[in-house]
């Protein structure tokens, strides 16, 4: 018999009937002998919703009580599916993070996972449980303090349970069949990968891809916690997620160069205008930014004008951030010496991502001259070994990701499903 971690998110726990449905599967999965650990996220869309009324009580809600919030939601609908199970015959106990040990760091909003001491989960499922654990939650080791793990993160909680109980896999349900080459709801020929590396699924992770959180990857891979992404709507086979060289290739004919398409329409460009063409200024700027404890993703910077021996520096980061990075950069305007600031969040960012761009040239100009034809202006542009970025006006994004998928070939003639969710 098997141990595994199930993971569902809000789509398939949206409301009273699907918390049901969601409880006969794991009852089966159950039946079939299994030890069973279920991670689980707020119903449908209670996350932003929370934080919608947070907002509305306070403009600048306090992180800490921001935290104690949004943490409700997943303890709502561990609770609910207890119930469920426990009316299906099946015995299960709802924990909270902090009763799971999931030991943070003090961050809110944004905590990592640094231990996990799933003492009582263990005892759970000896006793012959079911342990349903709240997902994308845990403590702070210093403070004691209850903190979230960033949007997104039951992902993470899933497989770092998965690590630290020994599971066999982790099981990732969504609303979707697997991981596609594209996101299915702008790209409706997108299809579905059967199997992927940690490396590239951290590639279309970082850059955009919702469909798993990027430290739940990156875990996953440090652990060799092996991930299986699919549908809580069907039975069938979805994506699986592991080492690279277990990826098993097709024939080399269908060979793809590139795995898949991502987009992400949550960041922000800021372009400092006029720095001085002097040693330390980029420091400077970006000290400021880090002080902040802001991420940057994308830099560009210009040769220097000649006529004024300075120059121009962009940057992308969260569009969350943008507020605090402005005010980061007016309070070093002097002493830097630039000349202007300005703001641009009506951009996103489009990238295509495969291992097979090492071994193959032209990549770059296939994804650009695909882009070219669509009328899509480069604003900027960024590569790792197995990826190609671009910054484009918001308005292009759609356009610029079905151009790409259809010029590396990735379209399919069915037509991918999307079985539930509003995307938000
Ligand atoms: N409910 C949280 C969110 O919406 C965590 C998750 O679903 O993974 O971000
Ligand atoms: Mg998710």
Redesign the pocket.
Known sequence: MGRIVQKY??SSVADAESIKRVARRIARTRGDGHDVIIVI??MGDT?DELMDLALQVSPRPKSRELDMLLTT??RQSAALLAMALSDLGVDAVSYTGSQAGVITTPTHGNARIIDITPGRVETALQEGNVAIVA??QGVSQTTKDVTTLG?????TTAVALAAALGADYCEIYSDVDGVFTADPRIVPSARKIDQIGYEEMMELAASGAKILHLRCVEYARRENVTVHVRSSFTDLSGTWVLPQEEVEKGSPMEEAIITGVAHDRGEAKITIVGVPDQVGEAAAIFKAVADREINIDMIVQNVSRLSDVATDISFTLPMADGRKAIEALEEIRDTVGFKELLYDDQVGKVSIVGVGMRSHPGVTATFFDALAKEQVNLQMISTSEIRISVVVGADDVDRAVRAAHTAFGLDSTDEAKVYAGTGR
């Open positions: 998110g809000g996220s707020a996350t939601g997943e997902g994308f949007r997104g993160a039951s992902d």
